[in-house]
């Protein structure tokens, strides 16, 4: 049994999918320009072959956004835009990423994928020690895992080909961040061990 697995952070359609609500938006710009849905599916493909187990992990609240924190800058919008919906379309792992039946489902309601969610459990149970991740955008939902992780004792890889953010210079700003606490690769390069 491997001791690493991939996460795909929060490449939902929602955030990513050419006919959802940031398809046309930022997001989707970056996404499409920077050919992250490609990227992260040549690493999924990659980390299947070397038998590493893929996990992924997407936000989402009930109908009623009950789990929605109120006061959240990040968060404050997806009642009124209708988004981040569980059990709908926009809170779906995108298509072209092959999601497959034995993968994980991590579902959070919050920026980090460790708060309140069964990452932890899984990594404990199947002896995780190396997370490799990536995902949309690379200064929340990567951070967070990436700093989080790391404080767990886990050994970061971040794939930075398969991040990006609203923009260019975001995206790079929150790669220079997390060159202390990770290490950085690519689809390409990357050695799933």
């Known amino acids: 049994m ?4 991939y996460l795909v952070l929060d ?6 999918h050419a006919d959802g609500p940031n398809g046309k938006a930022a997001y989707g710009e970056q996404v499409r320009g ?9 690493a999924i493909d990659k980390a299947r ?5 893929i996990g992924f992990v997407r936000v989402g609240f009930s109908p009623d956004y009950r789990e929605c924190p109120p006061n959240s800058p ?8 209708g988004i981040f919906k569980l ?7 995108h298509p072209d990423l092959g999601r497959q039946p034995g993968d994980f489902d991590i579902v959070k309601h919050r920026v980090s994928p460790f708060y309140s969610t069964s990452l932890e459990a899984i990594l404990r149970a199947h002896g995780i020690r190396r997370i490799y991740c990536s995902g949309i955008s690379t200064n929340a939902v990567v951070q967070a895992t990436v700093r989080e992780g790391h404080d767990r004792d886990y050994e970061m890889v971040v794939l930075e080909d398969a991040c990006c953010g609203a923009s260019t210079e975001e995206h790079e700003h929150a790669i220079g961040g997390l060159k202390r606490f990770c290490r950085i ?8 061990e």
Do not use: C, H, Y
Not at 34 to 42: C, D, P, S
Not at 74 to 81: L, P, Q, T, V
Not at 185 to 192: A, C, I, K, P, R
């Open 34 to 42: 920077r050919r992250i849905i490609e990227n992260t599916r040549t």
């Open 87 to 93: 059990g709908e379309w926009g809170t779906e792992v």
């Open 185 to 192: 690769t690519n689809s390409q390069d990357v050695v799933f």
């Open 74 to 81: 990040i968060f404050a919008g997806a009642r009124k835009a």
């Open 2 to 5: 491997k001791d690493a697995i």
């Open 11 to 16: 490449m939902e359609n929602d955030l990513i």
């Open 49 to 53: 072959a070397a038998g590493v187990p």
